[in-house]
């Protein structure tokens, strides 16, 4: 039976379409059955029986009226989340009293049926027409409490997954601020060491720098951003690096300009070149060559395979670049290749 719920704090609508709707046909058919029950083979459809008629469903919606009204006085003070047997205990009792204050219409309903329009004294029919008003009060209540605690449990499952979901949302900032802090001394030691030996070098590295972490601070409240902002960031980035390694690093960019305005998880191209810096070999005689391309709605980041011995690797930045797509869309996910000669990473690309 479709009730209003009641959420603490919040002001009920006492007045309802749809429920007073299901209370007036509920009273139609159990008047009805009592005028059915009671009433014997000469009762005709006449204008006494009418008046009885509606007297009785006038009685059942009050009945169920005022129920209604006072488990929404109550559902401020006891919510059912928190009190559901204190609800409920009052609940019933004030169903029994109120009961039993509409005795006078139930008594006005009994001498309308039974004395002025049947011609006769109340006997086991009476009884029965009770017992139905009992059962019907009983069945009303048990509808109001099993809806509105559907209903209550209903919104906090709702309320879990909103909380979850700006969890879930936390904790992909949080991994998308995770920019190693072991470069940012490195490439401060690097500066410090290029100033006094060449101070326009010096100024060209530090101008990467600044666009490195100016890219970072605006791009670490968006999920997505445009792969044309991606390609420029990671260019600074990666100059950044050939600082160091001079000749070592290799970058190749086979990005047509129609894809530019896709869009890609933010950062993630500095984990997979990082990636690829952390775990290989990049010096002049053996030169680390990545190639960032697109491949069938992918962006593809490859690099050749020369791994460092010494390297220790807990693989976070691939398993978290892979949590943030599954967070952005759950039927794209993170694609890794490898053979002998490469490594591949593949990142879904968005529209």
Known sequence: MPINNFTPGVQPRYFDFRRIAIELIASVFISWLIMALVGDDSVKLDSESFKAFTFVVVTLVCLCEGIFIFDALISQRYPWHTAVRKRMVALFTFSVVWLHTVGFMAGKMSKLLFIEH?????GDDHYVAVTILILFTIIY????IGYNYHETLKRFIVENERLQREKLELDYF???DQLNPH???NNMSTLMAMI??????ALSFAGNFTDVYRYVLMSSRHKLVSLQDELMFIKSY???HQERLVNGLMVAYDVPESETKRKVPALSLQFLVENAIKHNV???EN?????ISIEENMLKVTNNLQPKLSTYSTNTGLRNLKRRIQFLAEDKDLVVESDDKHFTVKVPVFD
């Open 287 to 291: 030169p680390l060559q990545i190639r």
């Open 238 to 240: 990666v100059a950044i």
């Open 118 to 122: 049947a011609g006769r004294e109340p």
């Open 183 to 185: 470069f940012l001394f």
């Open 174 to 176: 949080a991994l998308q």
């Open 196 to 201: 006094p030996e060449n101070s326009e070098k």
């Open 282 to 284: 990049a010096t002049k």
């Open 141 to 144: 209540v048990i509808s109001l």
